[in-house]
């Protein structure tokens, strides 16, 4: 299987794990359910846990859904390019993300390997687990922080729904990619960040004091109005309740 292996992005962990799926002889989707902790898995990708020479990695597959999506990644281009980049480039800036390691094409799709992040969990699963107010408090102020730092670097996430933040015991990471990009700092992308975040908050109703926690450290964060932050993230709210509302029906407390 060496020569359907192609190195994308990466050096030493790109290069051992193409040893790794050139050794077995298995489709890049079936090495996956053998070797690592499949969290996820539908027809259009599948992620897990994988320890890789003792260092606990995230592995995603992307599968390619067409011959448009083949020829974008023989290209170099496509979303877990994007991801990779996005990690790179704000790593290097000090922000809260996962290390990309590396990206490769197989027959079935591309694969994406980062970091793996240990010591707490994503938002809803620690809001699971009933956390104090103390801790519910830290968190939203890292969230908070987090979102500002990543606005204040010129980005946007792009998905800034709760599953996709990470608490590690100290701060919020920011998880899932594919979809940030540079932007301007008072455009529509970072207010959608700010919607997408609050529409998870009110789906786990998590009352309008906690959420003034983070709402005060992003506006510390990136010194801005708060008004003028609530009026320019209004209108994809309201967008995004629409949908939340014909999908699950109403759940929650309105926050804003």
């Not at 519910?136 to 922080?145: C, D, F, I, K, L």
């Not at 209108?235 to 999908?247: F, G, I």
Request: overall charge positive; glycine content about 10%; charged content about 25%.
């Amino acid at each position: 299987m060496t020569d359907k292996v192609r190195i994308i992005r990466g050096d030493f962990w790109a290069h051992r794990l193409k040893e790794e799926l050139s050794a077995s002889g298995l489709g890049a989707a079936e090495w996956m359910e053998v070797h690592s902790q499949i969290k996820k898995s539908d027809m259009y990708s599948m992620s897990g846990i994988l320890r890789l020479d003792g260092a606990v990695c995230f592995l995603k597959l992307y599968r390619f859904k067409s011959v448009v999506h083949r020829w974008l990644a023989g290209m170099g281009m496509g979303r877990p390019m994007r991801n990779f980049a996005a990690a790179r480039d704000l790593d290097a800036q000090g922000l809260a993300v996962p290390r990309p390691l590396a990206c490769l094409m197989v027959p079935q799709g591309m694969l994406l390997l980062i970091e793996g992040l240990s010591g707490g969990g994503s938002l809803p699963e620690m809001w699971q687990r009933n956390p104090d107010e103390e801790q519910a408090t830290r968190m939203m102020r890292a969230a908070g922080e987090t979102l500002a730092t990543l606005h204040q670097a010129g980005y946007a996430h792009g998905d800034c729904k709760w599953n996709n933040l990470f608490w590690d015991g100290y701060r919020i990471c920011l998880i899932d990619l594919d979809n940030a990009k540079k932007c301007d700092s008072s455009g529509k992308d970072q207010a959608f960040d700010v919607a997408r975040f609050t529409v998870s908050a009110e789906k786990l109703g998590i009352g309008s004091t906690l959420f003034e926690q983070f709402l005060t450290a992003y506006l510390q964060g990136t010194q801005s109005n708060r008004r003028e932050v609530l009026e320019r993230m209004l209108p994809p709210l309201l967008r995004l309740r629409k949908k939340h509302l014909t999908r699950y029906g109403r759940q929650g407390q309105r926050l804003v």
